[in-house]
């Protein structure tokens, strides 16, 4: 049981991370089209 939370936490944690990851890609790309109008 304990060791399925941690998995399950784990993986909450690396899609934290490229939810943000993907998030800072879409922001740069959307800056950088906004400066190139």
């Given at each position: 049981?304990?060791e399925k939370e941690k998995?399950?936490i784990?993986?909450?944690i690396i899609?934290n ?11 740069i ?7 190139k109008?």
């Amino acid at each position: 049981m304990q060791e399925k939370e941690k998995e399950s936490i784990l993986k909450k944690i690396i899609q934290n991370r490229f939810f943000r990851f993907s998030i800072k890609i879409i922001l740069i790309k959307t800056i950088s089209t906004l400066t190139k109008l």
